[in-house]
């Protein structure tokens, strides 16, 4: 039986578009600081955002990191 790829990590836009599995990936970088951003542009709504997957086991939001004090 041939082997499939299953998704592992499922990321929704606030419009409840699943972004992982439709294509909606731009990039996966680092900063100068050595910080992770993998950006989506959700197909549905044309929202743009920034995660980070290096610091939990789930992707968190940029926006939610600065928005807390670690």
């Not at 699943?18 to 990039?27: P, W, Y």
């Not at 980070?52 to 928005?67: E, Y």
Request: hydrophobic letters at 30%; one cysteine or more; glycine letters at 8%.
């Amino acid at each position: 039986m041939p082997r499939t790829k299953l998704q592992g990590v499922f990321v929704y836009c606030k419009c409840g578009n699943e972004m992982c599995g439709d294509g909606s990936f731009v990039s996966d970088d680092y900063d100068k600081f050595g910080n992770n951003h993998v950006i989506y542009k959700c197909k549905k709504c044309g929202l743009e955002s920034d995660y980070n997957f290096d610091i939990a086991p789930v992707p968190i939001s940029w926006k939610d990191i600065r928005n807390k004090d670690f």
